[in-house]
């Protein structure tokens, strides 16, 4: 899994902004650092209120100079009809060939839904040189991120 100090794996994705466009690691911490948000599955009511949760701190994220992409398997279409409901202003990366889940090392099986590889609710923040800075991974999916701790983490604190 990865990890503080590690640095993270680039990745190129689809990424779901209200369009479809693409999104690679190395290009976007150019602008800053970026938090990556793992959440098991669009319209689900745990990942809709841990996205609203971000979603609702945006200001604190963008005042430390960070920037916020949800990461999830579904498809950027289907991520940008989560974002349309939701009213979410940040974008989403749309994972569907499970490449970032597995870089990241953070994939789960619902076994009994029969449903696999889906992404662990996660949280990295990485840095300018793609350092991981801070590293969050739950193996419960129900059980969502300390807001806070991630706020916190992005100021230095």
């Known amino acids: 899994m990865v990890s503080v100090g590690d640095e993270a794996p680039d990745f190129t994705a689809p990424l779901a902004n209200g369009d479809v466009a693409e999104l690679s690691l190395s290009e976007a911490v150019v602008d800053g650092p970026v938090v990556l948000a793992f959440f098991p599955g669009a319209f689900t009511s745990v990942c809709s209120h841990e996205m609203e949760s971000f979603d609702d701190r945006l200001d604190e994220f963008a005042g430390a100079g960070v920037t916020v992409y949800g990461v999830s398997i579904d ?35 619902f076994t009994a839904l029969g449903v696999h590889n889906l992404a662990k609710r996660a949280v990295f923040v990485v840095d300018e040189d793609r350092t991981v800075t801070y590293a969050w991974v739950s193996d419960d999916p129900g059980v969502e991120p300390d807001y806070d701790e991630v706020v916190a983490a992005v100021r230095g604190d």
Do not use: C, G, H, K
């Open 75 to 109: 498809t950027p279409f289907a991520q940008n009809a989560f974002r349309e409901q939701l009213e979410l202003d940040f974008d989403l990366v749309s994972d569907t060939n499970r490449d970032i889940v597995d870089a990241f090392d953070v994939s789960m099986d």
